[in-house]
Nanobody
Framework: QVQLVESGGGLVQAGGSLRLSCTAS????????MGWFRRAPGKEREFVTA????????YYVDSVKGRFTISRDNAKNTVYLQMDSLKPEDTAVYYC??????????????????????WGQGTQVTVSS
């Protein structure tokens, strides 16, 4: 069983920054792509970004391109989400997730939520205007 634990959420003013972390249990973290999703109040869960198992490829939803950066440290079993130039519409609970299947190729976009099999409990990000 894999456990994912997010941290780093909080309250920030518009234009500010936060860095989220997600640490995974287990020995095979480096074999899997990882992603971040978010759910805003009253909205469906939304894909935000993903990173390949080696860290060499990333994918972002258009609304966060140029503002958010995903990275990973496989030695620490941790994936990060650096969020800059935050906007009130970024307010949501942010979840990290592990993509199903090890050593995945990126022949298809890694954004559908059904591609992910393990999820963290989420961390709240609130951006005030």
């Amino acid at each position: 069983q894999v456990q994912l634990v997010e941290s780093g959420g909080g309250l920030v003013q518009a234009g500010g920054s936060l860095r989220l972390s997600c640490t995974a249990s287990g020995r095979t973290f480096s074999n899997y792509d990882m992603g971040w999703f978010r759910r805003a109040p009253g909205k469906e869960r939304e894909f935000v970004t993903a990173i390949s198992w080696r860290g060499g490829r990333t994918y972002y939803v258009d609304s966060v391109k140029g503002r958010f950066t995903i990275s990973r440290d496989n030695a620490k079993n941790t994936v990060y989400l650096q969020m800059d130039s935050l906007k009130p519409e970024d307010t949501a609970v942010y979840y990290c997730a592990r993509r199903r299947g090890s050593f995945r190729s990126w022949s298809m976009a890694p954004n559908p939520s059904h591609e992910y099999d393990y999820w963290g409990q989420g961390t709240q990000v609130t951006v005030s205007s």
